[in-house]
């Protein structure tokens, strides 16, 4: 008998086998240090047409193996992956489990998910600023840009890297101040040079700043 659908509010570690239909709303990866354009992994956030979120991870030499099958917007069903509690000081959503995909994991590509809405995880700039928000998980923000300082270089632990500071401001005038780093920070002052624009990023809170992170995360329009 087929697997029926799990929705991702129901997974837990005792739900296996089983079967999700989903949305990758995002993907990022872990660069080497030594090559920097391959990755050592790559994470998901995963949602399902009830808007329930969940982070994966593909590792090592699995990333051979589904890497073409993962792309950001695409709606696939997963099969054969485990579960394991969502630790770390940094999460991509609030699930209590993440998934890590494994040899014998299934992609199967699959219908549209209609719930576009649900890829967002919008955060009013009141809450952030009063810090009321969780600030060990990912949010979602959405501005129109008003300030922008001139790009820096800066060095950190890291070694050397470039540093822009600008500001947004939401729908209710709010205003909240953005730190961008590397190639990022040089790509959009670039681009916001252009003209208006409006920025949309998911981001985490760092230090009274919102920090954007990688650099697919920044979509700008031009008007």
């Known amino acids: 008998m087929p697997l029926e659908i799990t929705p991702i509010s129901q997974l837990?570690?005792?739900?296996?086998?089983?079967?999700?239909n989903v949305r990758i709303v995002r993907l990022w990866g872990f660069p080497k240090k030594?090559?920097?354009?391959?990755?050592?992994g790559i994470d998901l956030l995963l949602v399902d047409e009830k808007g329930s979120r969940i982070q994966?991870?593909?590792k090592g030499k699995l990333l051979d193996k589904f890497q073409k099958d993962l792309k950001e917007g695409k709606c696939c069903v997963l099969m054969n992956f485990e579960l394991c509690p969502n630790l770390g000081k940094f999460r991509s959503c609030d699930h209590p489990y993440k998934i890590?995909?494994?040899f014998y994991t299934c992609v199967k590509p699959s219908e549209e998910i209609p719930n576009l809405e649900a890829c967002f995880n919008l955060c009013p700039f009141?809450?952030?600023?009063?810090?009321?928000?969780?600030?060990?998980?990912?949010i979602d923000i959405i501005g129109e840009i008003v300030g922008m300082n001139e790009v820096?270089?800066?060095?950190t632990a890291e070694g050397p890297t470039k540093l822009l500071n600008l500001q947004l401001k939401d729908l209710g005038d709010s205003l909240i101040d953005v730190a961008l780093w590397g190639k990022l920070a040089e790509d959009v002052y670039s681009n916001v040079?252009?003209?208006?624009?409006?920025?949309?990023a998911i981001?985490?809170?760092?230090?009274?700043?919102?920090?954007?992170?990688?650099?697919k995360t920044a979509v700008f329009f031009f008007f």
């Open 152 to 155: 820096k270089s800066i060095t």
């Open 100 to 102: 890590n995909f494994i």
């Open 56 to 58: 994966a991870s593909v």
């Open 34 to 40: 030594d090559k920097p354009e391959e990755f050592t």
């Open 126 to 138: 009141p809450e952030i600023l009063a810090r009321r928000n969780d600030d060990t998980i990912f």
């Open 193 to 200: 040079e252009k003209g208006p624009c409006v920025a949309r």
């Open 203 to 215: 981001t985490r809170q760092q230090g009274g700043y919102v920090c954007f992170f990688y650099n």
């Open 12 to 20: 837990t570690l005792a739900t296996d086998p089983c079967k999700i």
